[in-house]
C-alpha cells in the first residue's frame, strides 16, 4: 500500500514564525503536491514537484516555498506565517506518468495566531 | 469560472436508498477524471479512476460512469459507514500532472 505520511496533524504557530510542513512518500513516486483545503474553497494545489530539486508553481504559491532535496521527501515552507494561512495543508504523491492517481497523506491542521 | 462541479452539494439517504452524486466539467482534452472519499479531518481516499467516455467502475457499493461531459458515482443500498465527502478530481490535456478538484458531495447515511 501507498503511504504517505505528514510530520504533524496538529500544529499552532504565531505570526510572523517560519514554519516547516514536511511530507514523505514510501513508494519511490516522482511526482509530489502540496494543496490547502479550506471550507468552500476546496482543495487548492500550491506548489508539485515532478523531480528531486525541481519545483513548480501551482494555483496559490504566494507567501509559500518548497524544497525536495531527496525522491521521498517534500517540505513545505510558510516564510512568515499569517492567519490567512490557518488551513488543512495535505501533501499527495503520484507515479511519473501524467494522468495517475495522487495518493494523499493524513493532513496538518494548521492554525496561525 | 467552475471546471469541475459537483452536485449536490450535500446529500442525505436512508440506508438501503441508492442515489447518485454528480461530476460534471467544461473542459476539453480530458487525460483523466478521478474519485476520492474523504473523512472528516482525514487526507483523501482514491477510489478510480476513469480515462474515457462509456467507462465503469465498481467498489463494494460505488459504481463510477464517465460520458463526455461528466460523471456519476451511484452509491448502490448505502450503509453509514459510507458517510463522508466524495471528490471528483480532473486532468486535463494541458494541465501536466495538477489535477483540478471540485468542491466535493457531503453524503450522510442513516440507519
Known amino acids: 500500500d501507498v503511504k504517505v505520511t505528514q510530520s504533524s496533524r496538529y500544529l499552532v504557530k504565531r505570526t510572523g514564525e517560519k514554519v516547516f510542513l514536511e511530507c514523505v512518500q514510501d513508494?519511490?513516486?516522482?511526482?509530489m503536491f502540496w494543496y490547502r483545503q479550506d471550507p468552500g474553497l476546496g482543495l487548492r494545489l500550491i506548489y508539485f514537484?515532478?523531480?528531486?530539486?525541481?519545483?513548480e508553481k501551482g494555483d496559490i504559491p504566494e507567501g509559500y516555498s518548497v524544497s525536495r532535496e531527496k525522491k521521498e521527501r517534500f517540505s513545505l515552507i510558510l516564510e512568515s506565517a499569517s492567519t490567512n494561512q490557518t488551513s488543512m495543508y495535505l501533501c499527495?504523491?503520484?507515479?511519473?506518468?501524467?494522468?495517475?492517481?495522487?495518493?494523499f497523506g493524513p493532513g496538518t491542521r494548521l492554525t496561525v495566531t | 469560472e467552475d471546471q469541475v462541479t459537483q452536485s449536490p452539494e450535500a446529500l442525505r439517504l436512508q440506508e438501503g436508498e441508492s442515489s447518485s452524486l454528480n461530476c460534471s466539467y467544461t473542459?476539453?482534452?480530458?487525460?483523466?477524471l478521478f474519485w476520492y472519499r474523504q473523512d472528516p479531518g482525514k487526507g483523501p481516499e482514491f477510489l478510480f479512476t476513469?480515462?474515457?467516455a462509456g467507462e465503469e467502475k465498481e467498489k463494494e457499493r460505488l459504481k463510477a460512469t464517465l460520458t463526455k461531459k461528466e460523471s456519476f458515482l451511484h452509491i448502490t443500498a448505502p450503509k453509514p459507514e459510507d458517510s463522508a465527502t466524495y471528490l471528483c478530481?480532473?486532468?486535463?490535456?494541458?494541465?501536466?500532472?495538477?489535477?483540478?478538484f471540485g468542491k466535493g458531495t457531503t453524503l450522510s447515511v442513516s440507519s
Open positions: 499527495a504523491s503520484s507515479l511519473g506518468p501524467p494522468g495517475r492517481e495522487q495518493y
Open positions: 513508494m519511490d513516486h516522482e511526482n
Open positions: 514537484s515532478y523531480d528531486v530539486k525541481m519545483k
Open positions: 473542459v476539453s482534452g480530458l487525460r483523466g
Open positions: 476513469l480515462y474515457s
Open positions: 478530481a480532473v486532468r486535463m490535456n494541458q494541465a501536466g500532472t495538477a489535477l483540478i
